[in-house]
């Protein structure tokens, strides 16, 4: 087999996540931290999460409710770095303030900025999926004719003006078919997260490209890495605890179970971590199980998850560097066969 000649993006995502005992002013200078150490060690891209509202009772929140002005102030700190949203909650702002946020961020970055979009969970009290999904594509259809200044909305021409190929640096998060299919009728790449395995996802991608979607698709892994096996369990330990505390028996890993991807029963300390789509070793460990996550769902890049709440800021930042110069150079993103994700979705139905 012929791997691509190009070679293929690696970023980062983080969640700006914390628990409640780490203060706000800690966890936002955490997230700035990473990013510049992404930044000098080759990282492509960093996205950071947008989340709303504290929540106390909760093992841990996100900090971070406007994106855009936190990656304004990335911007300033780094040098190459592409900053991204990770997501953009659409129903938060009027079409016009995002899209002009969007055009600012692009100028203050030099180019630099792109822009994760998604649904959120609260879209104005709709309560179904169907409904919020709907809701998203009409929510999204508006910001594009914004950005296009279409005629139709008789108003006047944004400012500042999007830069050139604003839109092709939109992405989308979507699992259900109406709006999958949706992008990829309007040429807006696909983004799919860390909370679903590898086998769900791969569906979205492999629906995508069906429809005729010819923009990127990109996936999410949380990943920790450490020179052995043994340090990087062990360092991962109280972190991987707490993320099983919030997201064991929940949302998308209830689904998982309850489809019969994963087991009812948690065996040992490896198995729970596959429960929370955790990849924790060593390089070759963790670059093994990227290659097979790459392979599974057919994605165009893989962003690494590297900090979450309870991993040390030392941890983290040695984690980044393996990832970059041990794991990155091993990532196989085959295009010479047919993505080998159709085989694998058969066998785990």
Do not use: C
Request: no cysteine.
């Amino acid at each position: 087999m012929t791997a691509t000649t190009e070679r293929p993006k690696f970023g980062l995502m983080d969640q700006g996540w914390a628990a409640a005992e780490t203060s706000d002013a800690e966890t936002i200078k955490a997230s700035l931290d990473t990013i510049r150490v992404a930044d000098q060690l080759g990282f492509d891209s960093a996205w950071i999460g947008e989340h709303h509202q504290r929540r106390d009772d909760a093992a841990f929140y996100g900090r971070i409710p406007a994106s855009e002005l936190f990656l304004a102030y990335a911007a300033a700190l780094t040098e190459r770095i592409s900053l991204g949203t990770g997501v953009r909650i659409l129903s938060t702002t009027p079409a016009l303030r995002t899209a002009e946020e969007m055009s600012l961020l692009s100028l203050l970055s030099n180019g630099r900025a792109e822009f994760g979009v998604g649904l959120g969970s609260g879209q104005h009290g709709l309560k179904s999926r169907e409904e919020k999904a709907a809701e998203f594509r009409r929510l999204l259809d508006e910001l594009l004719a914004v950005l296009r200044d279409d005629p139709a909305l008789k108003s006047p021409p944004l400012s500042p003006a999007p830069p050139a190929g604003l839109i092709q640096r939109i992405w989308a998060a979507a699992r259900d078919e109406p709006t999958i299919d949706h992008l990829a009728e309007t040429g807006i790449n696909l983004v799919v997260g860390q909370a679903e395995l590898g086998q769900v996802q791969a569906k979205y991608v492999r629906r995508y490209r069906e429809q005729g979607g010819t923009g990127k698709t990109r996936g999410v892994r949380l990943v920790f890495v450490a020179p052995t096996h043994d340090q990087a369990i062990e360092r991962s330990r109280a972190a991987a605890d707490l993320y099983y505390k919030l997201m064991g028996g929940n949302g998308y890993h209830k689904e998982a179970v309850e489809k019969g991807y994963l087991s009812a029963e948690i065996a040992s300390r490896e198995d729970m971590l596959l429960h929370i789509n955790f990849m924790v070793g060593t390089p070759d460990e963790v670059a093994d199980q990227l290659n097979s996550y790459i392979a599974l769902t057919g994605v165009d890049q893989v962003d690494a998850m590297a900090q979450i709440p309870r991993l040390l800021p030392a941890d983290v930042h040695e984690s980044l560097r393996l990832l970059q110069t041990e794991v990155r150079p091993q990532l196989i993103y085959d295009r010479a066969v047919p993505p080998p994700y159709v085989e694998a979705i058969a066998a785990a139905s």
